[in-house]
């Protein structure tokens, strides 16, 4: 079916017969090759930081990270650097490169969370709850979200609303231990 029609929406463009084949393989190929390669495969230092980051050895990732932006700027890698700047806690580095890759794709729900929590640690409480909400539209199941979005609620003593948020991450997380800590302290 899919040979099909592009074949009669294809007409246009040069295909005289539904099994010319040749053509769309090149079609295909272009496609797989400019929308749909694994950013992963093509890239050692973002594959190795990944390594280091399943080992929780951020500061060889953040190196590996470093070297994978100055190849390609792309959010992936802009993203995985502040990642690693706030494991790391440098806040204000970490917010800087996930702006770039929320400004690179501004539907990257990850760099919403990871930049509200950098500005949460920074104080800035009004902007964290600005991103963190806008990554909770993005993904409305990541609990992390929701405690980060409860703990500006408590620093800007509005109790109630930080109780109904920390409810929200417990929905989708029930055995974390500080999402109940934090539930009971409200």
């Known amino acids: ?43 050692d230092h973002l594959r190795n930081g990944m390594d280091y980051l399943k080992k929780e050895d951020y500061y060889n990732a953040l190196d590996e990270f470093y070297i ?23 806040y204000m580095t970490a917010a800087s490169y996930l702006t770039t890759a929320i400004e690179l794709d501004s539907e990257f729900s990850e760099a919403y969370r990871d930049r509200g929590i950098a500005k949460y640690f920074q104080g800035y409480y009004d902007e964290a709850q600005k991103d963190l909400y806008f990554a909770t539209e993005l993904n409305t199941d990541d609990p992390e979200t929701y405690y980060y979005m409860a703990l500006c609620y408590e620093a800007q ?30």
Request: charged share 25%.
């Open 68 to 90: 994978a932006v100055s190849e390609d700027d792309n959010a992936i890698n802009n993203y995985y650097v502040g990642h690693c700047c706030l494991k790391t806690e440098d």
């Open 1 to 43: 079916a899919y040979i099909t029609a592009f074949y009669t929406a294809g007409k246009k463009n040069g295909y005289k017969n539904m099994f010319d084949f040749s053509k769309l393989e090149q079609k295909i190929n272009v496609l797989f090759e400019t929308e749909y390669r694994d950013p992963l495969l093509s890239n």
């Open 157 to 186: 003593s509005q109790y109630e609303v930080a109780l109904q948020t920390i409810e929200n991450a417990l929905n989708f997380e029930k055995d974390e231990i500080d999402y109940w800590y934090k539930a009971g302290y409200l």
